[in-house]
């Protein structure tokens, strides 16, 4: 299987469209529409009949060596030799204009013309008339056919956009000589309905015979006369009618209408969202703002005040702690000096020190010794000295002065 790419496609469909010597020089007739002229003095423009229409470019140098500078205008029908452009990198076909025989206009066209410029004259199509569409419109009224693809179109978009958008059908011919007034009644009929918030009216493309009831004067005014915001949507890109013109906003495609009208659900998500973070943001500056408030009125009238009291305070607690830590130290020092006194006086009576010197503690039975009438000959006596005791056995008992 043999796979192409774009590249490679469009170039192979360029290379079949030269080949072909009919389509460099052919001859094709239609009506000229979306006539524009550039600073360059080129013009482009649609040609179109009742079932198609194709892009056509006029280059400067060519209209005015054949005297077309000026001549051109939207609605003339006319007969051009041109040869086939096929541009490959957006794989677009387009005439390129070397001759061109204008012939007259339509008479759809000069009727078209005549009313435009009575009723612009009058006011139908003034900006200062149009109203606002809403922003998320929950019930949208359509008039139209009840079994044309519009319809199906315009349900088809919404539900992918906005699946709880409410529609009403209004249900009119859009064609033939007796559709006019029907849709001007059915344009009436949604404008009274208490939960239409926007109305779309429309019908797919079409012949300028199938597109006229959309010019009649009755729909446009009915149009101009309704209260509800209304988008017209009539024909394809290219097709532009009264009604367009009398509309608040023109649907280049009724598909195109469905996407003005009906606002995404994500992007209302996305806006709740974006709402919330401003609201908290907000709640939090105000908030902020407040509470310094309160802090300098709390600074102002009593911060300052109690401040200066707390370090006052503060300031009599660190000296009352200062003179009872001296006071504790003073005390201490004269109980030190005092237990130092008193066990400089105990180590002068303490009996080690005598057997130091060379005194001995004797003892009989484990009773102290402190006179010769306790002891007799023949007694073991112990005697204590610093380095131990010696055991020993009185011999003889003698009193001092004898």
């Known amino acids: 299987m043999d796979v192409f790419t774009v590249s490679r496609l469009n170039a192979l469909v360029k290379r079949v469209l030269e080949r072909e010597f009919v389509l460099k020089n052919c001859f094709v007739s239609g009506t000229i529409a979306n006539l524009k002229r550039h600073s360059t003095g080129h013009y482009y423009f649609s040609l179109k009949d009742e079932d198609a ?3 056509v470019a006029l280059w400067a140098s060519t209209a005015f060596k054949r005297g077309l500078v000026g001549k051109l205008e939207n609605g003339l029908f006319v007969t051009m030799r041109a040869s086939i452009n096929f541009y490959e990198k957006t794989g677009r076909l387009s005439l390129i204009c070397n001759e061109m025989e204008i012939g007259e206009k339509s008479p759809y066209q000069l009727a078209f013309e005549a009313l435009k410029k009575e009723l612009t004259e009058l006011g139908y ?5 149009k109203k606002e569409l809403p922003e998320m419109p929950t019930t949208i009224g359509l008039v139209t056919s009840s079994s044309g693809a519009v319809l199906h179109d315009i349900l088809h978009v919404a539900a992918s956009r906005n699946p709880l958008v409410q529609f009403k059908l209004f249900s009119v011919p859009v064609q033939g000589e007796k559709a006019a007034p029907q849709i001007a009644k059915g344009i009436a009929r949604a404008d009274k309905d208490p939960d239409v918030e926007l109305i779309i009216v429309g019908r797919g493309g079409g012949s300028a015979e199938d597109l006229w009831c959309f010019n009649d004067r009755a729909v446009v005014e009915a149009v101009y006369n309704c ?7 009539v024909g394809h890109e290219t097709d532009y009618t009264l009604c367009d013109f009398a509309a608040d906003v023109r649907g280049a495609t009724p598909s195109h ?3 003005l009208t009906v606002f995404p659900i994500y992007m209302l998500q996305q806006r709740l969202e974006e709402r919330q973070q401003f609201l908290q943001h907000t709640m939090n500056r105000a908030l902020e703002q407040r509470r310094m408030q ?8 009593l911060g ?9 305070e503060r300031s009599k607690l660190q000296d009352v702690e200062h003179r009872i830590t001296a006071e504790s130290q003073r005390q201490l020092q004269e109980a030190s000096n005092a237990l130092d006194t008193v066990t400089a006086r105990l180590e002068v009576l303490n009996p080690l020190r005598l057997l130091h010197r060379g005194y001995s503690k004797l003892a009989v039975k484990g009773e102290p010794v402190a006179s010769i009438e306790k002891v007799t000959a023949g007694d073991e006596i112990t005697a204590s000295l610093e380095d131990g005791t010696i055991q020993a056995v009185v011999k003889e008992v003698t009193p001092y002065g004898r």
């Open 53 to 55: 229409s194709i892009d």
């Open 125 to 129: 199509f003034d900006e200062a008339h």
């Open 227 to 233: 209260k509800t915001p209304i988008v017209s949507a």
């Open 257 to 259: 209408a469905a996407e």
């Open 294 to 301: 309160l802090q300098t009125i709390f600074n102002r009238k």
């Open 304 to 312: 300052m005040p109690v401040l200066t009291l707390l370090h006052q």
